[in-house]
């Protein structure tokens, strides 16, 4: 008999304790941004332009405060009227700042059931203390052109999503006049209803128009990537204790770690990710989820040719990558184009790899509290899952296409779908990156580059791993 919950609207979802939430245990935050009261307060009306220059975090910092923003780029900025204009610098952080969400809104009611509407349970739906705003000048079309049923059975049942799947529709190879009835009926009659308003603003959402303040954090991987993932939401499920799902977008404009690129993803690339991930989990292949696809018809972007964006919202436990401890550990020290990399922080390494084996992996027969070494424990289930994951892999004759350490996840799910593609005809030499000459993520070489991504696990673990030893197998100390 399935369990039935009380469903909230995105901007009204449960919140994990503070304790659960990476951010606030012991991690330091850009010193441009210490909070979101900052952020919101300070940051988005004044100076925007911080969250949107490519940059290097200033030491100490391992995370930055970064909210959505879906823009063509390079941004069309008005010409400055020179001769009303003095201060040139305060006229592109105003422009900007119009075009960020600062503008408070009220959020949507759930869209409870009569018959429960006195329900002792209710109250709990607004009690996550998020705040909604939106832009008072970006406002482009948004169409939700994909939900998944089975990723909201899955990871978030407590989700409302209003009338979102009325107007979508059922699945099938063809519609009944029934059903092409039902829906022009909710297009043309029924937007102003509780179910509109519950599907309008979970569009809003995923379609990075609105921004929930309270738990927002970009997404911080050590300046590597192109920047476009940002984590707008972790919610607990309802059933399992102890486990909370992520949501994150991807392709909602630019972030400090954008370097060069837009932010943005285009359409095709935004419905292959949806569909494959989805499809990946029904073949029972380890894979991150994807909730839903919101299509911005109105906002260009440039590729080999321009083309239409779409933002891709997709879930998991978590994000954190190979990449993420690396970036605490880095092996050089290194430069590239728009960013660099900070000196290794072996403390913040210490934090995230305790959090990791504690609130992530869970991993049995490690307490950490009372000091057991985890180090290497870490790697080795990092390496177990990851070999389940390619071993799936290479049964189906998929290829990733980019196994970069940012693109390993350490719960060993696949992450980041790009430019990978199923083999229609096997060939162990195949090659699914037109970019890739060299053939280095072929298909016969993926479980080769699975243990290139642990062994750089290792590496990056390493000072840790042999503090421990050192201590007689006891995990080392903060500081």
């Not at 919140?15 to 935050?29: V, Y």
């Not at 909210?67 to 006229?91: M, N, R």
């Not at 940002?230 to 204790?241: D, K």
Request: proline share 7%.
């Amino acid at each position: 008999m399935a369990t039935k919950f009380i469903k909230a609207p995105i901007s009204e979802l449960p919140l994990p304790p503070s304790s659960h939430i990476l951010i606030h245990n012991n991690l330091t935050p850009d010193r441009n941004e210490p909070n979101p009261s900052t952020f919101i307060h300070d940051v988005l009306p004044n100076r925007p332009s911080i969250q949107r220059r490519a940059r290097l975090l200033p030491a100490p910092a391992h995370f930055a405060y970064v909210s959505p923003l879906p823009l063509a780029f390079p941004y069309e900025v008005p010409p400055i009227p020179t001769s009303e204009v003095h201060d040139k610098e305060g006229y592109i952080e105003g422009w900007l700042a119009e075009h960020e969400a600062t503008v408070q809104t009220e959020k949507a009611n759930a869209t409870v059931p009569e018959q429960m509407q006195d329900g002792p349970n209710l109250s709990a739906l607004r009690t996550n203390g998020l705040t909604k705003f939106v832009s008072q000048a970006r406002d482009q079309t948004r169409e939700l052109i994909g939900l998944s049923e089975t990723c909201l059975r899955d990871c978030l049942p407590h989700l409302d999503v209003g009338d979102a799947f009325t107007v979508l529709w059922s699945p099938a190879l063809a519609l009944s006049s029934s059903e092409k009835g039902e829906g022009e009926q909710s297009q043309e009659a029924v937007e102003t209803s509780p179910a509109a308003r519950v599907r309008q603003e979970l569009v809003d959402v995923l379609g990075g128009h609105a921004v929930l303040i309270g738990h927002q954090f970009g997404t911080w991987a050590g300046q590597l990537g192109d920047g476009r993932a940002i984590s707008i939401l972790s919610t607990p499920h309802p059933s399992w204790e102890g486990v909370s799902y992520e949501l994150q977008l991807k392709g909602a404009g630019r972030t400090p770690f954008s370097r060069t690129a837009d932010g943005l993803a285009v359409s095709r690339s935004s419905i292959r990710e949806f569909l494959c991930s989805e499809a990946r989990h029904a073949l029972l292949i380890p894979t991150t989820r994807s909730l839903g696809l919101v299509y911005v018809p109105e906002l260009p972007v440039m590729r080999e040719r321009i083309e239409t964006a779409s933002i891709c919202a997709r879930v998991a436990e978590s994000f954190i990558r190979i990449g993420n401890l690396e970036a605490l550990s880095p092996p050089t020290k290194t430069f590239f184009l728009g960013g660099g990399q900070q000196d290794a922080d072996y403390d913040a390494l210490r934090i995230l790899g305790e959090w990791v084996v504690q609130k992530v992996l869970k991993l049995d027969g490690v307490n950490v509290d009372a000091g057991d070494a985890w180090g290497k424990a870490l790697v080795f289930e990092v390496a177990r899952r990851n070999a389940q994951m390619v071993a799936a892999w290479q049964a189906y004759g998929f290829m990733h296409g980019v196994i970069i350490t940012d693109n390993v996840s350490i719960m060993g799910v696949t992450i980041d779908y790009g430019l990978y593609a199923f083999m229609d005809v096997f060939d162990h030499l195949h090659i699914c990156n037109h970019s890739d000459s060299e053939g280095r993520y072929a298909y016969t070489n993926q479980p080769n580059m699975i243990v290139y991504a642990c062994r750089a696990l290792l590496n990056a673990l390493a000072p840790l791993i042999g503090a421990e030893i050192s201590l007689e197998n006891k995990a080392d100390k903060e500081g």
